[in-house]
């Protein structure tokens, strides 16, 4: 069965330092992997997916996703937060069968100190 | 274009009661996904509806239903609330359906069940 790991409940950085959101999944075939924010008060807004080919992913707001099969991670990183990061983040997988849905991980909680 | 618009934003119900959330999809968009999302248990899928037809359902009780229409708008119905149905209900729409269609997700509706 499909699942997703968001080991970290909270994480709290600095204004400026780098982040690294931990994302772990488990599923019997190639999955797509997404990342989504949702900042207090709203839906979920997708930052970036892989689907396939480089592992490397980049997206908006300057974040970007490494996907590692030998590890079955999916790291969100960013180098350096702003303020206006402070929001919940969710790693989630699909299934590359079509009929599948999407599952979600519990999410991250991202503080930022000034 | 406009997102996905979820009504109403706030809603509160007494236990026993039914209750009916509306998702507007973007225009164009033929699937949509509900979601519930509790504090305990994060976001869990309850169903998908693709060209009026439900293609996938989630681990929920009966109580929980929804239909799409022509218009690919959708509904979702709970009836005989309980206190742990009240959550934010997140409807996504998507051109497509399966895991490679990017989801766009509403603002949700808040359900408190007193």
């Known amino acids: 069965a499909q699942s997703v790991t968001q080991p970290d409940i909270h994480i709290t950085v600095s204004e400026g330092a780098s982040l690294e959101l931990r994302c772990n999944y488990s599923?019997?075939?190639?999955?797509?992997l997404f990342w989504y924010v949702q900042s207090p008060g709203q839906g979920l807004q997708l930052l970036l997916k892989?689907?396939?080919?480089?592992?490397l992913v980049q997206g908006i707001k300057g974040f970007e996703a490494e996907f590692k099969r030998s590890q079955s991670s999916f790291n969100l990183r960013k180098p350096s937060v702003h303020w206006s990061d402070a929001a919940e983040y969710f790693c989630?997988?699909?299934?590359?069968?079509?009929?599948?849905?999407?599952?979600f991980g519990k999410g991250t909680r991202l503080h930022i100190l000034p | 274009k406009a997102g996905v618009t979820q009504t109403p934003r706030y809603l509160i119900k007494t236990r026993g009661q039914q209750v009916t959330l509306s998702c507007s999809p973007i225009?164009?968009?033929?699937?949509v996904s509900w979601y519930q999302q509790t504090p305990g248990q994060g976001l869990q899928f309850l169903f998908e509806?693709?060209?009026?037809?439900?293609?996938n359902k989630g681990n929920f009780p009966g109580r929980f239903s929804g239909r799409q229409f022509s218009n690919s708008r959708s509904e979702m119905n709970v009836s005989t609330l309980e206190l742990g149905d009240s959550a934010l209900y997140l409807c996504?729409?998507?051109?497509?359906?399966?895991?490679?269609?990017?989801?766009?997700f509403g603002q949700g509706t808040r359900l408190t069940v007193v």
């Open positions: 996504a729409s998507s051109l497509g359906s399966g895991a490679d269609t990017e989801a766009f």
């Open positions: 599923y019997g075939a190639t999955p797509y």
């Open positions: 892989y689907f396939s080919g480089d592992t």
């Open positions: 989630a997988v699909g299934a590359v069968n079509r009929d599948d849905k999407i599952i």
């Open positions: 225009s164009g968009h033929r699937s």
């Open positions: 509806y693709f060209s009026e037809t439900q293609r």
